[in-house]
């Protein structure tokens, strides 16, 4: 048998796995939307038209983006399996919220298409402009600071002529994420120059404790462990590293005592007994939740997840687990590693700088805000307030996630990691 049989027999097995996942998704989505339509007494004739809207398009999706693309269809199929959980999730607790979610989805497919195109036609552009993204990334902050308004502890809002309201510390994640593939792209430049090779570690410190400050916790951990990632990587100054986790430690520790929302977060994590009824509520009763829901759950509809606050978005995987059960919440933490492990994979093969550090830190920003995030809620560290990739409820959150999820494809198939289907 020659390598050319060999090849063809390995794509129609591959196209046949691919088929096999996208029908394993179809079923999943037409029962579980079945049954939270069902167990929703107050559904709404836009949420009930636009759920199946959500499945013929989803579908398509998972077909003919992973063809248009010539990239992996992983990172498609995870998605899309993701939002339809939380699709799930929201269609049982609140019809209204859902058929949002639904149309943010639908405009974050627009937003892949414009973003792979860019990235298509111009990524060459891209390559060398560490200092435009690091000003991108300040103005995000400013523009927060001069315009913003207080929502939830964090000054991180932005209204819009009153009709809806924009999260910029979102899109600073992207630039951030560019600003360090274009660093490691000009490493050897940047190592001539006198603290060049600091210039990173200078703005990764600067950009944490800004957002700290903006009482956005979650966001400056999330900058400082993509950039101790790409360190760890592309430097290997391991001593290094661990100096810098032990300055941000301190760092933390000190700003307990002069930033109050700081100070309550981390007495909450300590102890939220000890304000079980007020600013302890939230964790215990997600702890609950958890609980409650067991190891297979309670079943959709059969919970008690709308006790939890701000379950649609921060805590969003402790209804998941209520009602499909810590079997669930460990299968989506699986599909995460899936998708660092791809992230990685791709990374390996593009013999681009730019391009292969970039794949690394969006695989790394989507990692670690899941570790964030499934920490915060298991009681592990103190809550940060970020939102969990494709799960959480947010149109801010999904537009930028979409953004970079179409970034990975569009490196797939510069890496010709390319699957077949």
Do not use: C
């Amino acid at each position: 048998m020659d390598i050319k049989t060999l090849n063809a027999i390995n794509l129609q097995k591959k196209k046949s796995y691919h088929n096999l996942l996208i029908f394993s998704l179809l079923v999943f989505q037409i029962v579980g939307i079945f049954l939270a339509i069902l167990k929703n007494d107050e559904i709404t004739y836009n949420a009930l038209y636009g759920s199946f809207a959500f499945i013929i398009f989803s579908l398509l999706v998972s077909i003919y983006i992973p063809k248009l693309t010539k990239g992996d269809s992983t990172f498609i199929f995870l998605v899309n399996f993701l939002y339809s959980i939380s699709l799930v999730i929201l269609l049982r607790l609140d019809s209204s919220t859902a058929f949002k979610h639904i149309l943010w989805y639908f405009l974050g497919i627009f937003v892949f298409f414009i973003v792979y195109n860019i990235m298509k036609y111009f990524g060459k552009y891209l390559k060398d402009k560490f200092w435009l993204y690091f000003a991108i990334t300040l103005l995000t902050f400013l523009a927060t600071l001069v315009l913003g308004f207080t929502s939830g502890g964090a000054k991180n809002w932005i209204s819009i002529g009153g009709f809806f309201t924009i999260q910029l510390s979102e899109f600073a994640k992207i630039s951030y994420v560019f600003m360090i593939a274009s660093f490691y792209n000009n490493y050897d430049d940047f190592v001539k120059r006198k603290f060049g090779k600091y210039y990173l570690v200078f703005s990764t410190y600067l950009f944490s404790g800004l957002f700290f400050l903006q009482g956005e916790l979650g966001t400056a951990v999330l900058l400082f462990a993509i950039m101790l990632g790409t360190m760890f990587i592309f430097e290997r100054r391991y001593t290094f590293i661990i100096l810098n986790i032990l300055i941000g430690l301190v760092g933390v520790y000190l700003a307990s005592f002069v930033l109050s929302h700081i100070k309550v977060r981390i007495d909450i994590w300590l102890n939220p007994w000890s304000d079980a009824n007020g600013r302890g509520y939230q964790i215990i009763q997600g702890l609950f939740s958890i609980a409650n829901g067991g190891f297979f759950g309670t079943g959709i509809g059969l919970g008690r997840p709308e006790l939890v606050p701000v379950v649609e978005s921060d805590f969003i995987i402790t209804a998941i687990m209520e009602e499909m059960g810590i079997f669930m919440g460990f299968s989506i933490l699986m599909m995460y590693i899936l998708m660092f492990y791809k992230s990685i994979k791709v990374s390996l093969q593009l013999k681009s700088k730019f391009y292969s550090s970039l794949a690394l830190s969006i695989g790394l920003l989507f990692a670690m805000q899941t570790l964030i995030i499934f920490g915060g809620v298991l009681k592990l560290i103190p809550l940060t307030g970020i939102t969990t990739p494709f799960l959480s409820y947010g149109g801010s959150s999904m537009i930028a996630n979409f953004a970079l999820l179409s970034v990975l494809q569009y490196l797939t198939a510069r890496s010709g990691d390319w699957d077949g289907n």
